[in-house]
């Protein structure tokens, strides 16, 4: 067909290939998969030095939120973080308590050890409250914690409708409605641990609360209440057994001289620091430091401007540590502080006598410590460098600070015996707190 042969199909043609991939591709070594390297651990000692360094915050309080991040990282690390979390607990309504019952599960080992980690404890009981912390919860708290040491108590009265007003002076908050504690709530208390520092607030018109605590604990060293003006319940109450060694109150009127002869019976050798956050009347201050007054170490007074003042701190020999937060005194105040200072803390504003206080800084050679509040004015006042080469040359350590919140914390430490002024808050004191309850007796 020659030139024609392009109209008519050609047969197919098959094309065989064959590849062979080993001369193309290098033969290559199996991987066998490798057992990973073991990766290092920071000791568990290391880490415990390293948190319980951060566990304070500036503010001196635990650093809640580094110890929680902290808890995050690894397992090991959410043990000691959760431990030291655990030292201060804050209860403040029934949803808390019930995280808290569960956290500290005693049917469980990691239960067993947070709830033997709590040494302080601070509840809020405020009838205000929707969702408000009930009291037998509040106890039943109490008595999972069997190394509790220090319990912080609030307690708020229930406003009546309408006139709930955030704000509104003391005196209409103290007129509120508190019930006392019921007798269940009380034998569960009675079953907890033998707690050895109190503080009660008590905002409310009730004045059974604190008796009720108080016979609770016999045992108790250091007591704080802040609030209403206590009163003896009943008159023919015996005297309150406890020994007290610290005594602080913070009263918009002062307590009767009665009241303080009943709670104080027992410690006249005891009673070791004394602390008024409001004035106290010139009866009470004459009486507490009367009686009390030669075995006193520690005395803090909100102001000191009158002659009752300065006759009470002569009373008082053998301070080691004087407070006062009030930037004016009479020169006759200084010239009354005894030489066996070893903590001063004071307020200053431009008036400040403080000539006197650089002489007693001079004279005094167991002042160890100075600590300043800062008034306005006082930063200019013209002695303040000639205190500051004073202590410099006597070697006192110098601290100022301008805000009284912060005045208060540095000068007020934790609540166990004191070795030397002014007491600090380190975690060494904790592990006192935690300890003293594990050498004491089985509960009441």
Request: hydrophobic share 40%; charged share 20%.
């Amino acid at each position: 067909m020659g030139f024609f042969s392009f109209l008519y199909p050609s047969q197919p043609v098959e094309i065989v290939a064959e590849q062979d991939l080993t001369t193309m591709y290098p033969p290559r070594d199996l991987v066998r998969p490798t057992q990973p390297k073991a990766v290092r651990r920071m000791p568990l000692e290391i880490v415990m030095n390293v948190l319980e360094t951060a566990y304070y915050n500036d503010a001196l309080e635990p650093d809640v939120e580094l110890l929680t991040s902290c808890a995050l990282v690894c397992k090991d690390w959410s043990y000691v973080s959760q431990k030291l979390l655990f030292r201060h607990v804050t209860l403040r309504s029934q949803p808390a308590y019930i995280s808290f019952q569960e956290a500290i599960d005693r049917s469980t080992p990691r239960g067993r050890m947070l709830g033997d980690a709590v040494v302080r404890m601070r509840v809020v009981l405020d009838q205000n409250q929707p969702y408000r912390l009930a009291q037998r919860s509040f106890a039943r708290a109490v008595t999972l914690c069997p190394n509790l040491y220090e319990l912080n108590v609030a307690l708020y009265g229930a406003g009546a409708p309408g006139q709930d007003v955030v704000g509104s002076p003391d005196a209409a908050r103290m007129q509120r409605y508190a019930p006392a504690f019921d007798d269940r709530t009380l034998a569960l208390l009675r079953s907890g641990p033998r707690i050895s520092a109190l503080q009660l607030s008590n905002w409310s018109d009730n004045c059974t609360s604190l008796s009720q605590l108080l016979d609770i604990w016999p045992c108790l060293k250091s007591l704080v209440i802040s609030g209403i003006a206590p009163q003896l319940v009943h008159e023919s109450l015996g005297p309150f057994p406890c020994a007290l060694e610290e005594l602080r109150m913070n009263f918009q009127t002062s307590p009767s001289v009665d009241f303080l002869q009943w709670l104080l019976h027992n410690s006249a050798s005891t009673l070791r620091v004394l602390e008024f956050e409001r004035d106290p009347s010139p009866e009470l201050l004459d009486f507490l430091t009367f009686e009390y007054g030669s075995k006193l170490q520690s005395l803090a007074l909100p102001t000191c401007m009158s002659h009752e003042s300065v006759r009470a701190l002569r009373a008082c020999g053998s301070l080691r540590e004087f407070k006062m937060e009030s930037g004016w005194a009479t020169q006759a105040l200084y010239k009354a502080l005894p030489s066996s200072l070893e903590h001063l803390a004071i307020g200053i504003d431009a008036d400040t006598p403080l000539q006197q206080v650089v002489q007693n800084i001079r004279r005094c050679d167991t002042l160890s410590a100075v600590t300043l509040h800062v008034w306005h004015g006082g930063e200019r006042h013209p002695q303040l460098p000639a205190l500051k080469i004073a202590c410099a040359l006597q070697g006192v350590d110098l601290r100022m600070t301008r805000d009284i919140r912060e005045f208060r914390r540095i000068t007020r430490g934790d609540p166990v015996p004191a070795e030397s002024y002014p007491r600090p808050r380190t975690l060494d004191n904790i592990r006192y707190m935690q300890s003293s309850t594990l050498s004491a007796s089985t509960p009441i």
